[in-house]
């Protein structure tokens, strides 16, 4: 498919540079030279590869054909193999190959003259190694502080490391209390237990308590080690008051209570505790939970959206509008804050009968509404006003658009695009755009766009802080089955966009880390019974990077969801983002506005999704029919009652 819209993108290569056919001469030169490589036909590969000297992608040829022997290969041919590819992500791929093949024979003094800082753990101790071998120890001894340091299990290449570090007596006890507590914290008692050989007998009996505190808190309140008032016994006990609060906030607090008569907690701990049980109460919706945050008297957003959430319950629109007015000014300017403390004013109005609160909730809902957003078209329609979409294209010049179209790397990206290696061509403009100022990456979004990349188009344009191109960032793609799915299910075609566009942003082989596939984000298992009741049933799982399958199987299913909840796109977008046994558990008893509805999923994840589709469809709905519905009417009332 990527292949049937580049052929319609400007070419990568001016005219100056080759003509067209020698191009796709290269190119299939290129693909008739991996095929011999792979099959060990040197003869021929060495034929072909001299007609390409001038390709981009020659390097990747001698990637694959210096990797097959790079056991014997010597260090001079790798540094000239660096220096030619230098910038492309197979110049770091065989810098990687080849440390791993110098550290596991031990050739530190070519490993060194090698390495670049990494972010693989492996390799970082395999160079902290090298450094101990050469004598060097204490010129890297913070960073081995620094590695060992950690809340988990490092590396086998690190233990030789770890062991001269400590060795030379390089440990303090503050380094071996702060592991521990960084492990206990993060649930991995294993590592305290293998550091409690560096205490002393009571304090390895302490470790022990405090194990046994994070797995079961309630066990060990009373215990006789705990009864010192002493830093690490008040940290054990912080953790004791947070892990119970997780499981009973009335306990939490009534321990809570007593501790403080015997224990010296220094102001701040007393407040981290504090606020630990409000939140943790907050979220299982406990009856005193609004008065314990609003007496944090923390005015961050975490606290203000717990708080919002719990007085949306209670319709306390006075207590709304004062934890609103209690944020710090940039926070009150963001879109949910104008529109709550909008609607609080509104709602104020009415209840007390004062046409005074239509004003000032008009004066905070005005420039809101010239806002594209959720938000901003919500208060739009509280205001009865056109949406404000505010689209302007990303000015350029061909001459400025050229510059990053013939950068290497983008050269790079656009052959392994169009010859279909789309893994690769993403590594290569990941690295390419990734030292790219804001204009520049605005042009490299545009170049992406005109070649029918959209997902790189749109995720690019918003690392460059540009967000009214439209065009760019809600393209019309895939009409032709958008169109013929939505007849054949009877479903909005807007919707469905706006599902896609959240979903992948276009990318065709996108794959969550829970398994999900393709345009629209398909579990196996939800496509597999989705297809088996359109009577059109999965071959295999691969069939949904298919852009036609999925779209056809994505839009049954939201449909399916659509009719589970008699057609309202709020419920069924929640549902196809957290699952239906999910939405039904969180309905409410008595009839609900939808804004507040939404306000109220528990899930961040959900929440955050169902406002981000609903904002899409209406930019989709512009873009197809010019006259957008109104969001408030994807939005009706909900209601206790599940067919």
Known sequence: MLLVLLFG????????????????????????????????????????????????????????????????????????????????????????????????????????SLYVPTDDDELKCHYLQANISSGKLNQVADEIRKTWLVPYEQHAACDPVFEAWIKANRVTAEDVWERIRMSISAGRSSIAQGL???????????????????????????????????????????????????????????????????????????????????????????????????????????????????????????????????????????????????????ELGKSLDDPSYTGVAFSALDELSARRSFYGFLAADQLSREYGFNHANIEYDEKNLAAIRDLPGIRRAYELLFLDFVNDARKEWLVATARMNSRDLQLAAVLAHHWGWHDRAILTAARGAEFDDLDLRFPMVYTDQVDSVSRRYDIDPSWVYGIMRQESAFM?????????????????????????????????????????????????????MSDQYNGNQVLATAAYNAGPHRVKQWLPTTDQPADIWIELIPYRETREYVKRVLTYATIFDDRLQGSPRRVTSRMPTITSRVP
């Open 196 to 346: 409690k050989r560096f205490l002393r007998k009571s304090d390895r009996e302490l470790v022990d308590v405090w194990i046994k505190t994070y797995e079961n808190p309630g066990a060990t309140i009373n215990d006789p080690l705990l009864k010192p008032d002493t830093s690490v016994v008040r940290e054990i006990l912080r953790l004791a008051i947070a892990r119970t609060a997780r499981l009973d906030v009335d306990t939490a607090v009534a321990r809570w209570e007593s501790l403080q008569t015997k224990y010296k907690f220094d102001p701040k701990a007393a407040a981290q505790i504090q606020r630990e049980i409000a939140l943790q109460a907050a979220y299982r919706q406990h009856p005193r939970a609004l008065d314990w945050l609003v007496a944090l008297n923390d005015n961050d957003e975490t606290v203000a959206q717990l708080s919002t959430r719990l007085i949306l319950m209670k319709n306390d629109w006075p207590l709304l509008r004062r934890i609103i007015n209690n944020l710090p000014k940039d926070a009150q300017e963001k879109d949910q804050w104008l529109y709550w403390r909008g609607r609080a004013l509104s």
């Open 508 to 560: 065709r082989d996108a794959r969550s880390g829970a398994g999900a596939m393709g345009l629209m984000q398909l579990m196996p298992s939800t496509a597999s019974i989705t297809a088996r009741l359109i009577k059109s049933p999965l071959r295999n799982n691969l069939e949904l990077y298919d852009v036609d399958r999925n779209i056809e199987l994505g839009s049954a299913y939201l449909k399916q």
């Open 9 to 112: 993108a400007p070419p990568i290569l001016s005219a100056a540079d080759k003509s067209e056919s020698d191009l796709i001469e290269q190119r299939r030169a290129y693909l008739e030279a991996r095929a011999a490589l792979a099959a060990g036909k040197t003869k021929t590969y060495n034929a072909l590869i001299k007609r390409l000297s001038d390709y981009p992608l020659l390097g990747y040829l001698e990637f694959e054909e210096v990797s097959k022997r790079l056991t014997t290969i010597k260090l001079k041919e790798v540094q000239d193999f660096l220096k030619r590819n230098e910038g492309s992500p197979i110049a770091a791929r065989l810098r990687t190959l080849y440390l791993f093949n110098l550290a596991e024979k031990k050739y530190w003094k070519s490993f060194l």
